[in-house]
């Protein structure tokens, strides 16, 4: 597709059950980023990938949480045993180039996954 | 972020300067980003700056940096009503990006 899209838009969920989110970065991105928004707040840093290497997790706030990105492409956020604290906007974004041109500034995010756990 | 701090809300008539200023804390900050968010969509990149400029103009855009005391500021000429978004602004040193909470920009008639 032309720009980052993420699945599912919105998510709501019961306290104690796992979620998957789906990230499709744009085709030929080397980077993949997750961040999570909180109403009212900017994004936070979660994780970094480049190609399919998991470069950075420090962002993720417990071990109930993973990211995968196995074929250097669509990534996939997993939450376990949800909790309500963990209602928010998981935001992914994606770059065309790899680590030693990162920062650059261009990163496209997609729409977001809204999550709601009850 | 905590590294990154924005006034909350701003009420501007069409047809006239915005202005949104950002403070960080970071000094070794790299570039220095101002995305918007408008409803239902993602965040967009409007414009960066790197950390050894002191201004950089783009149409109605011009971001001013001053580094010695860590502001940054967006000021955005004739405002349009299609300018009322969330202002982000970001700072980095490597591929992570910390934002501020975000500015809301009303644009009144």
């Known amino acids: 597709g032309a720009g980052v899209s993420q699945s599912p838009r919105y998510k709501v969920t019961k306290r104690g059950q796992d979620v998957a989110l789906r990230c499709d970065p744009i085709?030929?991105?080397?980077?993949l980023y997750w961040y999570r928004q909180a109403l009212g707040q900017g994004p936070e840093f979660l994780t970094y990938?480049?190609?399919?290497?998991?470069?950075?997790k420090s962002g993720l706030p417990n071990d109930r949480f993973s990211a995968e990105r196995p074929e250097g492409s669509i990534s996939t956020l997993t939450i376990q045993r949800t909790e309500q604290r963990d209602s928010a906007m998981y935001r992914c974004?994606?770059?065309?180039?790899?680590?030693?041109?990162?920062?650059?500034?261009?990163?496209?995010f997609g729409e977001g996954s809204r999550l709601t756990v009850l | 972020g905590e590294d990154v701090e924005q006034s909350l809300f701003l009420s501007v008539r069409e047809g006239d300067s915005s202005v949104i200023n950002c403070t960080y804390t970071?000094?070794?900050?790299?570039?220095l980003y101002w995305y918007k968010q408008e409803p239902g969509a993602g965040l967009q990149l409007l414009t960066y700056?790197?950390?050894?400029?002191d201004m950089k103009q783009d149409q109605r855009l011009t971001v001013l940096l001053n580094k010695k005391d860590k502001h940054l500021s967006l000021r955005i000429a004739d405002t349009q009503t299609g300018d009322s978004a969330i202002y982000f602004c970001?700072?980095?040193?490597?591929?992570?990006?910390?934002f501020g909470a975000g500015t809301t920009v009303t644009v009144r008639a």
């Open positions: 974004a994606s770059s065309l180039e790899g680590l030693a041109g990162a920062n650059t500034g261009e990163l496209f």
């Open positions: 700056i790197f950390s050894n400029m």
């Open positions: 085709s030929g991105h080397v980077s």
């Open positions: 990938f480049n190609y399919e290497a998991q470069q950075d």
């Open positions: 970071d000094s070794s900050s790299t570039y």
């Open positions: 970001a700072e980095s040193n490597d591929y992570k990006l910390s």
